[in-house]
């Protein structure tokens, strides 16, 4: 199975602030990845596909980057609304697999 | 309104069964893949098994291969996850989610996902 890091697992933060976190997979997985943001006691919610395609609704704040094997998930003006755990997912092969997740947290 | 509303969940013993449902309504529920994915407490999330739109192609994580079932009845709306032999680290949140194609050619994505079955396995 493809392992998808995310790093920071981590991260304090400011409103207002800019965010920028990782998730490196351990073989080329193309521009095959997607990002979901988990808000407590919520389902996951798509925010951005095919590596840095905004999924419907979702404000342009939110932004990806990437191929092959090293993505970048951005938040460029951070809301406190976006306090959440956002997680990188593979999709180029089966079985689809998660990283473990950066959550972000008021600093 | 697209609403995947999942139930069945439970506290079970080791080694026992147990059927998640997911009744999916607001789209054409025979016209979607769907997934099965879990998320134990406090844990990141683990993809557990799809079924085509009709039941053509099935997939299963390792870790659930041979214990669990993924089935639909189109009829009804209703996804399903037929649990046997059930473990400790089965012990989670069980969500179902909608496979979709966003526009992109050949890609698809989870955009839709039920608030989630708790299934506990313990004695």
């Known amino acids: 199975d493809i392992v998808m890091t995310q790093s920071p697992t981590s991260m304090s933060i400011s409103v207002g602030d800019r965010v920028t976190m990782n998730c490196k997979a351990s073989?080329?997985?193309?521009?095959?990845v997607d990002w979901y943001q988990q808000k407590t006691g919520q389902s996951p919610k798509l925010l951005i596909y095919?590596?840095?395609n905004r999924y419907t609704g979702v404000p342009d704040r939110f932004t990806g980057s990437g191929s092959g094997t090293d993505f970048t998930f951005t938040i460029s003006n951070m809301q406190a609304e976006d306090l959440a755990v956002y997680y990188c997912?593979?999709?180029?092969?089966?079985?689809?697999?998660f990283g473990g997740g950066t959550k972000l947290e008021l600093k | 309104e697209v609403q995947l509303v999942e139930s069945g969940g439970g506290l079970v013993q080791p080694g026992r069964s147990l059927k998640l449902s997911c009744v999916a309504s607001?789209?054409?529920?025979?016209?979607?893949?769907m997934n099965w994915i879990r998320q134990a407490p406090g844990k990141g999330l683990e993809w557990v098994a799809y079924?085509?739109?009709?039941?053509?192609?099935?997939y299963y994580a390792e870790t659930v291969k041979g214990r669990f079932t993924i089935s639909r009845d189109n009829a009804k709306n209703t996804l399903y996850l037929q649990m046997t032999s059930l473990r400790s680290e089965d012990t989670a949140l069980y969500y179902c989610?909608?496979?979709?194609?966003?526009?992109?050619?050949?890609?698809?994505?989870?955009?839709?996902w039920g608030q989630g079955a708790s299934v506990t396995v313990s004695s």
């Open positions: 073989q080329n997985v193309g521009s095959n």
């Open positions: 607001g789209f054409t529920f025979s016209n979607y893949g």
């Open positions: 997912m593979q999709s180029n092969s089966y079985p689809p697999t």
């Open positions: 079924i085509s739109s009709g039941s053509s192609y099935i």
């Open positions: 989610a909608r496979r979709d194609y966003p526009g992109t050619p050949y890609y698809y994505v989870m955009d839709a």
């Open positions: 095919k590596a840095s």
